[in-house]
């Protein structure tokens, strides 16, 4: 069975900051790896995606996340954070393409002015 | 394109009524999904398809049903509503064929439907 785990369901950084979102899986296959995000009563709006190409993915608003087999890790970052980064981030994994996505329970980030 | 979209965006109900909440997308994807999302929980697997007349259960089918009788839509029905059902509920989309690495495999939200049960 798959699972994730995000450390943190809360993370407060100062306007500027690096912005490190902290997400572990299990998986007994190779997995597809997800970073969505959240803003308040919104539906959700994919970030980036790890399907097995580069390890180290780009994704949308200038957030980056570092796939690491050997720590089992998929943890989002970001060098400066912004006022409008406020919002809450899942952290997803499948087993491939087009399966159902098994979620971390979120972390709100708060950035402060 | 409008994506996925959900209707009602609220609604009460009380203990023991039925409802269907609508979910329709216009991308042509086979693959649809319905998640529930509670407080501090994440989002929960109810029900996914993967193509008309094709439905298989998730990690929290219990008080839910499915149909998917056109690729475009995916009702969820449920019949007895029960406190425990008070949540938010997103549908999703996904396709696996297209020229966008992107787009590929990605699951596409739609707004959400907020229902409290009383």
């Known amino acids: 069975a798959q699972s994730v785990t995000q450390l943190g369901s809360h993370v407060s950084v100062s306007e500027g900051a690096l912005v490190l979102l902290r997400c572990n899986y299990s998986?007994?296959?190779?997995?597809?790896l997800f970073w969505y995000v959240q803003y308040p009563n919104q539906g959700l709006q994919l970030l980036l995606k790890?399907?097995?190409?580069?390890?180290l993915v780009k994704g949308i608003n200038g957030f980056e996340a570092e796939f690491k087999k050997s720590e089992t890790s998929f943890h989002l970052t970001k060098p400066s954070a912004h006022m409008s980064d406020a919002a809450e981030y899942f952290c997803?994994?499948?087993?491939?393409?087009?399966?159902?996505?098994?979620f971390g329970k979120g972390t709100r980030l708060s950035v402060i002015a | 394109n409008a994506g996925v979209t959900q209707t009602p965006k609220f609604r009460i109900l009380k203990i023991g009524q039925s409802m269907t909440l609508q979910c329709a997308q216009d991308?042509?994807?086979?693959?649809m999904y319905w998640y529930r999302q509670d407080p501090g929980m994440g989002l929960k697997l109810i029900y996914y398809?993967?193509?008309?007349?094709?439905?298989d259960k998730g990690e929290v089918p219990n008080g839910y049903n499915v149909s998917r009788s056109t690729t475009e839509d995916f009702p969820l029905r449920l019949e007895l509503a029960a406190p425990s059902q008070t949540s938010v509920y997103f549908c999703?989309?996904?396709?696996?064929?297209?020229?966008?690495?992107?787009?590929?495999?990605?699951?596409?939200f739609g707004p959400g439907t907020r229902l409290t049960v009383l």
């Open positions: 999703a989309s996904s396709y696996p064929f297209t020229d966008s690495p992107w787009q590929a495999d990605t699951q596409y």
């Open positions: 790890y399907t097995s190409a580069a390890t």
């Open positions: 991308m042509n994807h086979n693959y």
């Open positions: 998986s007994s296959v190779p997995p597809y």
């Open positions: 997803a994994v499948s087993k491939e393409g087009n399966t159902p996505l098994v």
């Open positions: 398809s993967v193509g008309a007349g094709i439905t």
